[in-house]
């Protein structure tokens, strides 16, 4: 057989460890919902290339194959077992080191669960991570959407399904965001970003070393730039609070909280 057609324009790049059972439930699917065709030893489906890899996308450190952007099909676990479809920005605010995020892309996946799990009544928590793990070095936008939290979960139909509409959802575009404050889970910029038209990349939480330095790292790791620092104010101390405000005067953008996100419906 010879090599594949030319896809064209650099595909949005799937990513499915073979080892996953959640990436392998969503991989099934999407080829089951979806008129995917064979491409070489991946799926294609437009711009979209669904791709099984024999190794862990957190080790990734050059791309597979060339892509504009990356969404990495995969598992979440927690000690809690509950019900999660997830999205995050992969990075390690501890070295601060950071991918390069996508809001949109975190965006219109977080919607689109949330309307999966309405439609589904789904008994999962839909919502945000904090940024989080590798890989880190890719030279394109990378985002996680996960199935979790444990093994009975990892392979349920309706959570793989959920997830497989969620990645064909077309793009919505919204105030491309750094989220600041609040616990891993970030329920108050989950609230946000399902309420108002700000999209939130990379999210920073509480628990993290928070610098000018990294915050600004995460705004010039966020494609096209970000517009505005979203800010859990309750999620933060004072200190914290007072290196927010300096940093967002000092890059020249805008820091709004979440309580006046919402109030103004943004």
């Known amino acids: 057989m010879g090599p594949p057609e030319p896809v064209g324009s650099l595909p949005r790049l799937l990513l499915a460890h073979r080892e996953d059972p959640a990436a392998r439930n969503i991989c099934r699917h999407l080829l089951r919902l979806y008129p995917f065709r064979p491409w070489g030893g991946a799926y294609r489906l437009g711009e979209l290339l669904l791709l099984p890899v024999e190794e862990n996308p957190l080790n990734l450190t050059s791309l597979p194959l060339p892509a504009s952007e990356v969404l990495v099909l995969s598992r979440h676990a927690s000690t809690s077992g509950l019900p999660t479809l997830s999205v995050h920005v992969p990075g390690k605010p501890e070295e601060g080191r950071l991918a390069l995020a996508k809001p949109e892309t975190v965006g219109t996946l977080l919607r689109a669960l949330q309307l999966a799990k309405e439609e589904g009544d789904l008994p999962h928590r839909v919502c945000l991570e904090a940024t989080h793990h590798g890989p880190v070095d890719l030279p ?21 399904e959920a997830v497989a509409k969620a990645v064909l959802s077309p793009m919505e575009r919204g105030r491309r965001a750094v989220g600041v404050g609040g616990p891993h889970y970030a329920p108050r910029h989950t609230e946000a970003v399902l309420r108002t038209r700000c999209w939130v990349g990379h999210l920073l939480p509480k628990y993290v070393k928070l610098t000018g330095e990294l915050i600004e790292e995460a705004v010039r790791k966020t494609q096209g730039g970000a517009e505005l620092i979203l800010s859990d104010e309750e999620g933060l101390n004072s200190s914290q ?16 909280t979440i309580k006046q996100a919402l109030a103004q419906k943004l």
């Open 140 to 160: 394109v936008p990378v985002t996680f959407v996960e199935i979790g939290s444990d093994e009975g979960e990892w392979s349920r139909g309706e959570a793989g």
């Open 241 to 256: 609070r007072r290196t927010v405000e300096e940093t967002s005067s000092r890059l020249g953008i805008s820091k709004l």
